[in-house]
């Protein structure tokens, strides 16, 4: 099956800090990828679509200048989160669509990001 | 308002018998619906893909079923065995063309041996 790869796994850094999560298809090309993040027993929250070569397209709520999309290539995707302050501590999970059609969604192994 | 709900309890089994989780969905016309399984500390898996127009999905021993007029789908695990103990997600994407998948909250399965 397809693989997405995600860098790091995990992560601790200062508040203040600015910190960058790569999302990687490894064996096919991914037009669109996605990122979520993910609290203690909740559900995946869709933060951004990520499109390549155009503005990502980001949820309502979430800031475009704090979570910084950048998707060059048709096989990376990076998620900058920056000014970093421990109420941004979460798992956050990018997923990459193979056919375009959002029927199987292929995720990455997630980053647990811890800001003191 | 739109909402996708699991049983927030985890759902504890017995080895060998069948494990039966249900996703219920309010204010959606899913064009289908989507199961993952998430262990902790990793992202999710895809196991299944059921259609609007779909009664019954099987995979080995995994069964889905989707009720459009209950709203609601079962996903059924035969035989569990410990290794399926996990986090199961359901996932639906509205109809109307390409849009986003939307999870619910998750159901944790915990299989006894």
């Known amino acids: 099956g397809a693989v997405v790869s995600q860098h790091p796994s995990w992560v601790i850094c200062k508040s203040g800090t600015s910190v960058k999560i790569e999302c990687r298809s490894l064996?096919?090309?991914?037009?669109?990828m996605f990122w979520y993040r993910q609290f203690p027993k909740q559900s995946l929250m869709l933060m951004a679509t990520s499109n390549e070569g155009s503005k990502a397209t980001y949820e309502q709520g979430v800031e475009k200048d704090k979570f910084l999309i950048n998707h060059a290539s048709l096989t990376l995707s990076t998620l900058t989160v920056t000014s970093a302050h421990p109420e941004d501590s979460s798992f956050y999970i990018c997923?990459?669509?193979?056919?375009?059609?959002?029927?199987?969604?292929?995720f990455g192994s997630g980053t647990q990001l811890s800001v003191l | 308002s739109q909402k996708i709900e699991q049983n927030s309890e985890a759902l504890n089994i017995q080895e060998g018998k069948t494990a039966t989780l249900t996703c219920n969905y309010t204010n959606y016309s899913p064009a289908y619906l989507q199961w993952y399984r998430q262990d902790p500390g990793r992202g999710p898996v895809f196991l299944l893909l059921?259609?609007?127009?779909?009664k019954e999905k099987r995979k080995e021993r995994l069964k889905v079923t989707f009720d459009t007029t209950l709203k609601q789908s079962l996903f059924h695990i035969t035989a569990s065995q410990p290794a399926d103990s996990a986090t199961y997600l359901c996932?639906?994407?509205?109809?109307?063309?390409?849009?986003?998948?939307?999870f619910g909250t998750g159901t944790k399965l915990q299989v006894i041996p």
């Open positions: 997923s990459a669509d193979r056919q375009a059609t959002n029927e199987k969604l292929f």
């Open positions: 996932a639906l994407m509205n109809s109307g063309g390409y849009q986003k998948v939307t």
């Open positions: 064996d096919f090309q991914a037009t669109t």
């Open positions: 059921i259609r609007e127009n779909e």
